[in-house]
Structure formats: C-alpha cells, structure tokens
C-alpha cells in the first residue's frame, strides 16, 4: 500500500515560482503530479519514473521540473513562470509496480492518489 501527502501549494502572481513537495509511504514506481481545475477534468502535468525518466504536458515543459527523491521517497514540482491557467488543486499520484523507464501521463494510470494541494496563480 502506499500513502502520499502533498505540501508546498499556495497563492502566487502571475510569473512566480512554487515548489511542490510529495511525501510517499511504501515503494512507488512511476509517479507523477496531476492538477484539476473546478469543473474540469484532471490532467496530467508531469511524471517521473524510478530511475529519473520524465515526461511533461506540453503547458508545462521548460517551465516545471519534476524530480524526485528515493532515499527520502519524496517527489518534487518546481513550477517557475507560473500563469493563471496553471491555478487548480494539485494531486500527486504513483504506481507500485511500472513497465519500464518511461512514466505515462494519464490518470487511469495511477492507482495511488494524494488529497491534493491548492495552487492559485494572479494575474
């Protein structure tokens, strides 16, 4: 089984910078950071897998990085030149079994979810 708790969201200006943390209980294989804005459908943002392979949504590459940490078992989103359409609860998500290297960005995917954290960008 495997527990994760989502920290570091809050409210920024248009072009700040978060750095989301992602605290995870158990072996975790792919995981990845999904972000839902109200009424609309959850969305891949970027995922990471074991060995360090990521993957982006298109919204967000050259703008977040995603990392992780396995001693510590903790994932990371640095999220810089953030826009307002970048504003939605963000869940963190993993798998504990994987594939491959390469992380898929789909929710159906993940079995393992966060309660997620809040990031509100201004204008």
């Known amino acids: 089984q495997v527990q994760l708790v989502e920290s570091g969201g809050g409210s920024v200006q248009s072009g700040g910078s978060l750095r989301l943390s992602c605290a995870a209980s158990?072996?975790?294989?792919?995981m990845g950071w999904f972000r839902q804005a109200p009424g609309k459908e959850r969305e891949g943002v970027a995922t990471?897998?074991?060995?360090?392979?990521?993957r982006y949504a298109d919204s967000v590459t050259g703008r977040f990085t995603i990392s992780r940490d396995n001693a510590k078992n903790t994932l990371y989103l640095l999220m810089n030149s953030l826009k307002p359409e970048d504003t939605a609860m963000y869940y963190c998500?993993?798998?504990?079994?994987?594939?491959?290297?390469?992380?898929?960005?789909?929710?159906?995917?993940?079995?393992?979810w966060g309660q997620g954290t809040q990031v509100t960008v201004s204008s």
């Open positions: 998500a993993a798998t504990s079994r994987g594939w491959g290297a390469f992380p898929p960005l789909l929710t159906s995917d993940y079995n393992y």
């Open positions: 990471i897998g074991r060995s360090g392979s990521t």
């Open positions: 158990g072996y975790t294989y792919y």
